[in-house]
């Protein structure tokens, strides 16, 4: 059985960094042709693919965040660890962590809401 | 990169369908057939419909099916039913390497 759980901070203060684990079992981030990635969504917006990491450990991120994201892994723990720095309220979402294998988000966490505010 | 064109909105009623485009670029859509369809009632995560353009995931009814022509994706969602009542999204692969979702898309089962 495939599960991904993200976990982290609900509320951030403007300028702060924001760091998210995605705790997942029921496969190995080793196999190859595995991704895990991070997808926010606004309250009552879209979808927005933040970045991912590889197999081998490569990481890919969207054009428009790169400066301030930074996706790590812990292969012991199985986890992998979103970074994103000098969070504005803008950045207000769920962020939710998902495995691609075949070129499609299979498995997805529940999300988690992540509030930015003083 | 841009997020890839859905329309904000489609309705049907019970038995009937409906399709769903998702209008993307050369760089994205247009590219490959890395094209994936995503399921969402309100407040739960996205569910995988179908994934390269026409495939389902094992459990997806196959009221579900998907086509592309150039740089246009489509979801055709065939014998409606009240359960469909949710958001779309579809997403591609870019040559960038990178992932884009679409604006997302409301259907309504009227």
């Known amino acids: 059985q495939i599960t991904l759980k993200e976990s982290g901070p609900t509320l951030v203060k403007p300028t702060q960094t924001l760091t998210l684990t995605c705790t997942f079992s029921?496969?190995?981030?080793?196999?190859?042709?595995?991704?895990v990635g991070w997808i926010r969504q606004p309250p009552g917006k879209a979808l927005e693919w933040l970045g991912f990491i590889l197999w081998g450990g490569d990481t890919r991120y969207s054009p428009s965040l790169k400066s301030s994201l930074t996706i790590t892994r812990d292969t012991s723990k199985n986890q992998v660890i979103l970074t994103m720095t000098n969070m504005d309220p803008v950045d207000t979402a769920t962020y939710y962590c998902?495995?691609?294998?075949?070129?499609?988000?299979?498995?997805w966490g529940q999300g988690t809401l992540v509030t930015v505010s003083s | 990169q841009s997020a890839l064109t859905q329309p904000p909105s489609v309705s049907g009623s019970p038995g009937q369908s409906v399709t769903i485009s998702c209008t993307g670029t050369?760089?994205?859509?247009?590219?490959?057939?890395?094209v994936s369809w995503y399921q969402q009632p309100p407040g739960t995560a996205p569910k995988v419909m179908i994934y390269?353009?026409?495939i389902r995931p094992s459990g997806v009814p196959d009221r579900f099916s998907g086509s592309k022509s150039g740089n246009t994706a489509s979801l055709t969602i065939s014998g409606l039913q009240a359960e469909d009542e949710a958001d779309y999204y579809c997403s591609s692969y870019t040559t960038s390497r990178t992932w884009v979702f679409g604006g997302g898309t409301k259907l309504t089962v009227v």
């Open positions: 390269e353009v026409n």
């Open positions: 998902a495995r691609n294998y075949n070129w499609n988000f299979d498995y």
């Open positions: 050369s760089s994205d859509v247009g590219s490959y057939n890395h």
């Open positions: 029921g496969f190995s981030l080793s196999t190859t042709g595995v991704t």
